[in-house]
């Protein structure tokens, strides 16, 4: 089993930044890929950014050059920097892992971000 807990969550502006962090424990697959997605109300949970246990990273068009996505691999913790943050941006954002190449998600319980304008 794999455990993931997130943190970093909050209220900001427009144009304001937050970092989330997610630490997972238990049993971590030494090849793997963390990430954040996030679920607007009414809207279904999409992809923000992955990055894999060698460092390669995917981020969705509407956060590229806003959001930075990283990992300390000793600490099995994986970190979103979000500036530039914009209302749509308001979400429930959950932190996941899994096993490549074909394993399935882990969750965390998910963290709000409300940006306000």
Known sequence: QVQLVES??????????LRLS????????????????????GKQRELVATITSEGTTIYVDSVTGRFTISKNNAANTVYLQMNSLKPEDTAVYY???RALPYGGNYWGKGTLITVSS
């Open 8 to 17: 970093g969550g909050g209220s900001v502006q427009t144009g304001g930044s």
């Open 22 to 41: 997610c630490a997972a424990s238990g049993s971590i697959f030494r090849a793997n890929v963390m990430g954040w997605y996030r679920q607007a109300p």
């Open 95 to 97: 932190c996941s892992i």
